[in-house]
């Protein structure tokens, strides 16, 4: 039996939440999924039998999925490994053997780490960085929200003091979550984060998410400045930040896997926000992003609302993709 059809069995037995999250799953990859699984039909139905000019093609339906070139070449040469050995003809038959090379793709033989550390004592520090646009502050204030529903003490720190209007933006979310918010117009970066984590330690909040400037032309700068903040931050609280997490536009495909590594070149990424998958129809780069950065995806975008930003499940996902193939 493949993957999907197991995954298929697990999700009868889900419970009524988890079957709320994979509806949203269904519906933010529906984009992708009738772009991506119908070309692929196409594809079962033109071909009866393997051969080089069925994988050409399969190929280039993965690269305009945006799955990678780099990822897409690795999968092709494992499937025509796999097609050898276990002699596969038709093109039907290898339908589940996609489904679970892409899982495969993703998982890597590694732990799957799609939760944030959260520290045993103390505040929890999570750092956010990523270019202006790919809408860090709507993912800070969406996490807040659901930090605070949890039962957790919120605060928010305004760390990007160099784009006009981002203090307000992080000040308006604040005031829907019921979080406060620490900021100062035109300062140091790293001074507004520092009487942040002595407000949070003097005042027991449980996590602190810090906003940050989204500059990434200077990348000596920017490292500069990362640095300083992590200095602060881990000379205030030890072993922190907890996690550094890059936000990335998913309609911005490939261009947001070249973000992913340049920051991953100027400091520590623990993991991935993938936001807007709902909207694009090149949701393959879930797997190009884990495969060619070897960073996990932690949470993904799916809808505007607050509480559309979700973890990051791989049989979700992978279930989102596939369920009409």
Same mark, same amino acid.
């Given at each position: *039996?493949?993957?999907l059809? #197991?995954? $298929? /069995?697990?999700?009868? +037995?889900?419970?009524?939440?988890?079957?709320?999250? %994979?509806e949203?799953?269904?519906?933010?990859?529906?984009?992708?999924?009738?772009?991506?699984?119908?070309?692929?039909?196409?594809l079962?139905?033109k071909?009866?039998?393997?051969?080089?000019?069925y994988?050409?093609?399969?190929e280039?339906?993965?690269?305009?999925?945006?799955?990678?070139?780099?990822t897409? *070449?690795s999968?092709?040469? #494992?499937? $025509? /490994?796999?097609?050898? +050995?276990?002699?596969?003809t038709?093109?039907?038959? %290898?339908?589940?053997?996609?489904?679970?090379?892409?899982?495969i793709?993703?998982?890597?033989?590694?732990?799957?780490?799609?939760?944030?550390?959260?520290?045993?004592?103390?505040?929890?520090?999570?750092l956010?960085?990523?270019?202006?646009?790919?809408?860090k502050?709507t993912t800070?204030?969406?996490?807040?929200?659901?930090?605070?529903k949890?039962? $957790? /003490?919120?605060?928010?720190?305004?760390?990007?003091?160099?784009r006009?209007?981002a203090?307000e933006?992080l000040?308006?979310?604040?005031?829907?979550?019921?979080?406060?918010?620490?900021?100062?117009?035109?300062a140091?970066?790293?001074?507004?984060?520092?009487?942040?984590?002595?407000?949070?330690?003097?005042?027991?909040?449980?996590v602190?998410?810090i906003?940050t400037?989204?500059r990434?032309?200077?990348?000596?700068?920017?490292? $500069?400045?990362?640095e300083?903040?992590?200095k602060?931050i881990?000379?205030?609280?030890?072993n922190?930040p907890?996690?550094?997490?890059?936000?990335v536009d998913a309609t911005?495909?490939?261009?947001?896997?070249?973000?992913?590594?340049?920051?991953?070149?100027i400091?520590?990424?623990?993991g991935?926000?993938?936001?807007k998958?709902d909207?694009t129809?090149?949701?393959g780069?879930v797997?190009?992003?884990k495969?060619?950065?070897?960073?996990?995806?932690?949470?993904?975008?799916?809808?505007?609302?607050?509480?559309?930003l979700k973890?990051?499940?791989?049989?979700?996902?992978?279930y989102?993709?596939?369920?009409e193939?």
């Amino acid at each position: *039996m493949g993957i999907l059809n #197991k995954f $298929k /069995k697990i999700f009868d +037995h889900k419970s009524e939440d988890e079957k709320k999250d %994979l509806e949203l799953y269904d519906k933010g990859l529906s984009k992708t999924r009738g772009e991506f699984v119908s070309k692929l039909n196409l594809l079962t139905m033109k071909y009866n039998k393997i051969d080089e000019g069925y994988f050409d093609e399969l190929e280039e339906i993965l690269i305009m999925a945006d799955i990678g070139v780099d990822t897409v *070449m690795s999968f092709i040469d #494992k499937l $025509k /490994k796999r097609v050898r +050995h276990e002699n596969i003809t038709s093109a039907e038959s %290898l339908k589940e053997m996609i489904v679970d090379e892409m899982f495969i793709i993703y998982v890597d033989s590694d732990i799957i780490e799609n939760k944030i550390h959260y520290a045993k004592e103390g505040p929890t520090v999570l750092l956010y960085v990523g270019v202006n646009g790919v809408g860090k502050t709507t993912t800070i204030g969406k996490m807040a929200y659901q930090l605070k529903k949890s039962g $957790k /003490k919120v605060l928010l720190v305004a760390g990007d003091t160099f784009r006009a209007g981002a203090v307000e933006q992080l000040i308006e979310w604040g005031d829907k979550t019921s979080c406060d918010v620490i900021y100062k117009e035109n300062a140091d970066p790293s001074s507004v984060i520092y009487d942040s984590l002595l407000k949070a330690k003097e005042e027991a909040y449980d996590v602190v998410l810090i906003d940050t400037a989204g500059r990434l032309q200077n990348k000596v700068g920017l490292m $500069k400045e990362l640095e300083k903040m992590n200095k602060v931050i881990g000379n205030l609280i030890e072993n922190a930040p907890h996690e550094t997490l890059l936000v990335v536009d998913a309609t911005t495909g490939q261009n947001g896997i070249s973000q992913a590594k340049s920051f991953k070149e100027i400091t520590n990424i623990t993991g991935i926000v993938l936001t807007k998958l709902d909207g694009t129809a090149k949701g393959g780069i879930v797997l190009a992003i884990k495969g060619e950065t070897k960073i996990p995806v932690k949470y993904v975008g799916l809808g505007e609302g607050k509480e559309d930003l979700k973890v990051f499940d791989i049989e979700n996902y992978i279930y989102g993709l596939f369920k009409e193939w």
